[in-house]
């Protein structure tokens, strides 16, 4: 399969952004991503061998919630070249997005038997540990020691999950030390504190990931749910809006604002 360069998605992305701009919009909007959305199509129909633009559009159908149609383009990449790692991973991603953990587990280890990368083998161990299924320690010791910083944090997890908080807290502390940037630890560790009802050490926490990290909608999210557990709720609305205004479909989060902006 012939993959289209950098620069040609580079000149699609603008073609779409023209094609959609009738008039200046915001791009961070879902009206926007989903002209896009018919832009692309357009594209791809008119190049129907694009890899590259077929790819662009499984990503942007993902993210706006069109999963199916996301993962039907997927599946067409995949059947031209089922080798590549990116592309098993790439649909496992978007599995989960669709909650159907059970394909993304599969896919998970589909691209991991073609190559062990990090990303793979940290979201598949990620299910294991929200299952409490200790496979997810078989896996945290296949990275290896320069990457250390994933088996911890995996470690971590596991622990969180089964309620041991001591070693929870001892583990997720090491992953962080062992790498400053590595916000999945913070996460980890604010929502195990809000599952004992520590609310304030767990909007703390997840405040301090957001430091590192400042457009990361899982921690966007957790530091407005927080806020809105301690009643806070013109804090939470603000962060709510940031999330939305980095990832528009959330259909929960936009409830959720909603609910708030009617008290």
Aim: glycine share 4%; net charge positive; hydrophobic share 40%.
């Amino acid at each position: 399969m012939k993959y289209s360069t950098y620069f040609f998605i580079i000149i699609s992305c603008a073609v779409v952004f023209i094609a959609c701009k009738q008039k200046p919009m915001d791009k961070n909007t879902l009206d926007f991503k989903q002209k896009q959305v018919v832009a692309i199509t357009q594209l791809l129909a008119e190049n129907p061998d694009s890899s590259g633009l077929r790819l662009i559009l499984a990503n942007k159908l993902d993210s706006i919630g069109r999963y199916n149609q996301a993962i039907l383009q997927m599946d067409t990449l995949i059947a031209e070249d089922s080798n590549k790692y990116a592309l098993w991973l790439i649909k496992a991603n978007m599995l989960v997005d669709s909650g159907n953990m059970t394909s993304a587990k599969n896919d998970y280890r589909k691209a991991i038997a073609i190559y062990p990368g990090n990303e793979a083998l940290v979201n598949l161990a990620e299910i294991f540990a929200d299952a409490k299924s200790d496979s997810c320690l078989n896996l945290a010791q296949q990275f290896n020691q320069e990457n250390r910083y994933y088996a911890t944090y995996i470690s971590g997890l596991y622990a969180a999950k089964i309620g041991d908080t001591t070693e929870a807290v001892s583990f997720l502390d090491s992953s962080m030390l062992q790498n400053h940037q590595f916000v999945k630890p913070y996460i980890a560790k604010g929502n195990m504190y809000l599952t004992t009802g520590n609310k304030q050490e767990a909007l703390n926490t997840f405040r301090k990931g957001l430091e590192i990290e400042n457009q990361n909608i899982l921690l966007l999210n957790a530091v407005a749910n927080t806020y809105k557990q301690l009643g806070k709720d013109d804090s939470a609305k603000i962060y709510f809006s940031k999330s939305l205004s980095e990832q528009p479909f959330q259909p929960k989060v936009t409830e959720d604002l909603k609910k708030l902006n009617l008290k």
